[in-house]
C-alpha cells in the first residue's frame, strides 16, 4: 500500500486509511496481518511469490522474488513493515545552495546533502527500533523446516517463541537481512561511491548462488548468480530513492537525477494501530529526519559502519536489558542517556516545526518518547510481551485478534463514493496498462534482460 506523496503527515494517513478502506472492500473472507512477524506459516511451500503479469517488466519482478526464495527461503518474504518515504520541500533547495555557496550542480549539492542524512540515520537509527519496535515475539511457525533456530529463543508457551528483551525480531538477525551481504562495503558517502559500490555488488559472482543456477531447463531461478541480484536486494535501514522510470535501473535513476528522497525502512507495524503506524509516530519521524538533516554528518568509514550495525541489532535483541549499553565511536554510552541526548535536540527543532501551533503536535509527538528513554519497560515491545503473559493469548491468538479488530475497523464505515470512483477507475487503468503491456512485447525477456544490465 502506498501513498501518494503528500505535504503533511495528516493527509498521508488519511489517504493510507482510505487505501485500506478500498483494499477490504475487495479482500472477501480474506485479512490483513496486522503483525511484521508472520504466523500460521506451513513451511516455504506454504508461501505463494508475487505474479505480476507475464510483460517482460512483470517477469523480472516475479522472477527477483523467485530468486529470494532460492537465495534465502521464502519465509523471509512474509516479513512486513512501515516504509516513511520524505523529502525536504523542493523549494528549499535552491535557497539551501545559495546560502552555502556550494560549488556543487544544485542537483549534486541536492544527492550530497541527502547522504549526509542516510550516513546519521545509519548512526543514529537504533534509536526508532527502540521506540517503535512491535515484534519481541514470533509464532514457532516462522521456523518450521529451520527447527534449530527455535533453541535460540525462551519459549513463551506451545507456539509463542520471544527473547525476553528483545524490541524487534524483524530487524534482528533472524529478520529480513542475509549472511552474504556481511562482506559487503556500500558506500554512503556520495552518490557516485553508493551507486559504484552497489553496481561492484551486482556484477561480483557468488559460488553458492552460482551453485543455484540462473536458468535451469528453460526457466528462470534468478536474475543472476551475483552477490545482489539488483540494487533492491542490498537491505538498509535507509535508501536514498529517485522516482525511476519502467524498466529502469535505481542506480542509472540516481544517476541522472540524483536522489529526490528518503525511505526509511527500520519502522516494524505498529500492531495495535489500524493503518500499522500513528500519526504520533510520523510526525516523530519527520523530527528524526529533519534532526539528521541538520546534524553534522562527516563520512562514514568501515569500522564506524560496523559499530552502527552491530548497534542496530543489539537494539533489536536485547534493549530492554538493564543498564544496556551502546558504542558510540569506540566508547560505551547507556541507551537512556544517548536517546535522551537526541530526544532534547529534536525538541529544539520541534518547536520551531510547530511554528505557533498551540496544539504543539511536533513536540507532543517526542516528548511522548521522552518516558520510553527512561524506562525500557513502557516501550511498545514490551507491551506486546505483558500482554501475552497476563492474557494468556499466543502470539497468533494475539496477532489473529488485533487483526479481527482492524478489519471491523475498516469495513464498518464504507469509503466515500468520490474516492472509491476513483480508486475503482486506477484499477480499470492500472489493468488495462497492463494487457497493452503483455499485447505489444518488444522483445523477447531473454533480450529484456540483456537490455537491462546494458543501461548506461
Known amino acids: 500500500m502506498i501513498t501518494p506523496a503528500f505535504a503533511t503527515a495528516e493527509e498521508a494517513l488519511t489517504s493510507l486509511g482510505n487505501i ?7 479482500l ?3 485479512s490483513l496481518l496486522a503483525t511484521s512477524m508472520p504466523i500460521g506459516l506451513h513451511g516455504d511451500s506454504s ?3 508475487a505474479r505480476y503479469g507475464s510483460s517482460n517488466i512483470g517477469m523480472m519482478k516475479h522472477i527477483y522474488r523467485r530468486g529470494l526464495s532460492y537465495r534465502y527461503g521464502r519465509t523471509m518474504q512474509s516479513i512486513a513493515g512501515l516504509h516513511f518515504n520524505y523529502s525536504l520541500n523542493e523549494a528549499l533547495w535552491p535557497i539551501l545552495h545559495e546560502i552555502e555557496q556550494s560549488p556543487l550542480e ?3 549539492y541536492r544527492s550530497d546533502v541527502y547522504f549526509g542524512v542516510v550516513r546519521n540515520v545509519h548512526r543514529y537509527g537504533w534509536l526508532l527500533i527502540y521506540l517503535f519496535g512491535n515484534s519481541p515475539a514470533v509464532s ?3 521456523f518450521e523446516g529451520r527447527e534449530a533456530l527455535t533453541n535460540r529463543f525462551t519459549p513463551l508457551d506451545a507456539d509463542t517463541l520471544y527473547w525476553p528483551n528483545a524490541t524487534s525480531l524483524r530487524m534482528s538477525d533472524i529478520g529480513y537481512r542475509n549472511d552474504s551481504q556481511t562482506t559487503l562495503d556500500i558506500s554512503f558517502n ?4 553508493y551507486i559504484r559500490s552497489l553496481e561492484a555488488a551486482i556484477n561480483q559472482p557468488y559460488p553458492p548462488y552460482e551453485a543455484i543456477g540462473i536458468k535451469v531447463d528453460g526457466h528462470y531461478r534468478q536474475l543472476n548468480a551475483h552477490i545482489l541480484q539488483i540494487e533492491n536486494e542490498y537491505y538498509s535501514p535507509v535508501r536514498p530513492k529517485q522516482v525511476a522510470l519502467s524498466g529502469e535501473k535505481p542506480t542509472i535513476a540516481l544517476k541522472k537525477r540524483g536522489v529526490r528522497y528518503l525511505e526509511l525502512r527500520a519502522v516494524d507495524l505498529m500492531a495495535t494501530a489500524p493503518e500499522g503506524v500513528t500519526l504520533v509516530q510520523m510526525k516523530f519521524l519527520e523530527v528524526f529526519v529533519l534532526w539528521c538533516f541538520l546534524t553534522q554528518s562527516p563520512p562514514l568509514s568501515l569500522e564506524e559502519k560496523d559499530e552502527c550495525n552491530r548497534n542496530s541489532l543489539s537494539v533489536a535483541c536485547c534493549a530492554r536489558s538493564p543498564h544496556f549499553v551502546l558504542n558510540r565511536q569506540g566508547h560505551i554510552e547507556a541507551i537512556n542517556d544517548w536517546s535522551f541526548s537526541i530526544l532534547s535536540e529534536m525538541l529544539e ?8 501551533d498551540i496544539l504543539k503536535p511536533f513536540r507532543r509527538a517526542v516528548e511522548a518518547q521522552l518516558p520510553l528513554a527512561a524506562d525500557a519497560s513502557l516501550t511498545p515491545s514490551q507491551a506486546v510481551i505483558r500482554h501475552l503473559k497476563e492474557s494468556g493469548q499466543t502470539i497468533s491468538e494475539y496477532a489473529l485478534s488485533l487483526t479481527h479488530q482492524h478489519r471491523q475497523y475498516w469495513l464498518k464505515e464504507p469509503l466515500e463514493e468520490p474516492i472509491r470512483h476513483r480508486f475503482e477507475q486506477t484499477v480499470k487503468t492500472s489493468l488495462l496498462r497492463q494487457e497493452e503491456l503483455e499485447a505489444h512485447q518488444e ?3 531473454d533480450d529484456f534482460l540483456k537490455a537491462y544490465w546494458l543501461q548506461q
Not at 485500506?20 to 475487495?26: G, L, M, N, S, T
Open 106 to 108: 544544485l542537483i549534486d
Open 349 to 356: 527543532i520541534a518547536d520551531l516545526m510547530d511554528d505557533g
Open 20 to 26: 485500506h478502506r478500498f483494499v477490504y472492500q475487495h
Open 190 to 193: 556520495s552518490v557516485e561511491a
Open 443 to 445: 522483445m523477447s525477456f
Open 47 to 49: 508461501i505463494p511469490i
Open 140 to 142: 514457532r511457525s516462522f
Open 28 to 30: 472477501g473472507d480474506e
